[in-house]
């Protein structure tokens, strides 16, 4: 298993320096925003797009630094009811899956997006409860336009052999595990999980559980390393649905936090023990979004603390029970 990092928390220094800083922190691996909200200067998709030069550029910086991709990432809105935004999302997912093709990477990370309630809406709708009646009617409007698209993403996606790993997202129409697993039903395998435990943790979601649900359908494509505080003063008066800025921290119900700062030592080892359980034993990618420090500060401890957590060789043979 492998340290790796969503770069976006390095978006203020070149390409190249952040390789060499990720590598002297002993990270392993990268993944690299291509577009949408995780867009980034360190791989600009319509530049290295079938560009043979750049990529080659692209592969000797990553096998100076010791580095591999895990990943690209592209989060955006595919199922958007403005047609202009969800073309663009769509073609920034669709180009992801080629250049993944393209850099030898078997991963695109993304979200499932989210509709409209219904054909004429403007604006994405989250439906989470199914009365009124009128919501259940569209949720199921939303899944039918879910359907058509990920159909063709999923075969989008099989023929250049690269999996899709949705993270699973509230304000978007999968955002915790039965819904993905419904859509990768309605889909093919090529169709998972970008496990990104920080939203289900708020959800009230057992993170664990949650792992060993998708990974007994091998929907576990991808795994982010991000952790998440309820703050329990705050939940018990508003709940967790909590529309408080971010940047409001004494008053919001949850924080995205460092690895660690969200949930001790021994719960990571948890996660790292059940993943290899149900057969995931790749790369666990840190995203840091903790406001509370700065990003090279929580970049860092979130190494240090995976570092004793992840384990480094594969597993052994049960000598003891022959």
Not at 36 to 58: I, M, N, V, W, Y
Not at 172 to 190: D, F, I, K, Q, S
Not at 235 to 259: C, H, I, Q
Request: glycine letters at 6%.
């Amino acid at each position: 298993m492998q340290i790796g990092v969503l770069t976006a928390v390095l978006d203020d220094q070149p390409r190249d320096d952040a390789f060499e800083y990720l590598s002297d922190l002993g990270v392993e691996a990268v993944e690299l925003g291509t577009g949408g909200f995780t867009e980034s200067d360190h791989l600009p998709r319509e530049e290295f797009l079938d560009a043979e030069d750049r990529q080659k550029e692209l592969h000797e910086s990553l096998e100076t630094n010791g580095l591999s991709i895990s990943a690209l990432a592209t989060h955006n809105n595919p199922l958007h009811p403005d047609e202009a935004r969800a073309d663009r999302a769509d073609t920034e997912l669709r180009e992801a899956i080629r250049l993944a093709d393209q850099l030898g990477v078997d991963a695109v990370t993304c979200f499932s997006g989210l509709p409209g309630g219904s054909p004429n809406d403007e604006t994405p709708n989250w439906i989470t409860a199914p009365w009124p009646p009128e919501h259940a009617e569209s949720h199921e409007y939303q899944w039918e336009v879910a359907t058509d698209y990920w159909s063709d993403i999923a075969d989008h996606a099989a023929s250049h052999d690269v999996n899709v790993g949705i993270e699973m997202h509230p304000n978007m129409l999968v955002y915790e595990p039965t819904g993905l697993l419904e859509l990768r039903e309605a889909t093919n395998e090529h169709i998972g999980a970008n496990f990104d435990p920080s939203h289900l943790y708020w959800q009230g979601i057992d993170v664990l559980e949650a792992i060993r649900y998708l990974g007994e359908h091998d929907a576990i494509h991808h795994v982010h390393a991000k952790d998440t505080r309820v703050y329990e003063s705050n939940a018990r008066l508003k709940g967790v649905l909590d529309t408080t800025a971010y940047t409001d921290e004494p008053n919001r119900s949850w924080l995205f936090r460092s690895v660690g700062y969200g949930h001790d030592e021994a719960h990571w080892k948890d996660i790292v023990s059940t993943l290899r359980m149900v057969g995931y034993d790749d790369v666990l990618s840190i995203e840091h979004e903790d406001s509370l420090t700065s990003g090279r500060e929580g970049l860092e401890k979130a190494v240090d603390l995976l570092d004793r957590a992840v384990f480094e060789t594969t597993s052994g043979e049960a000598y003891w029970a022959e």
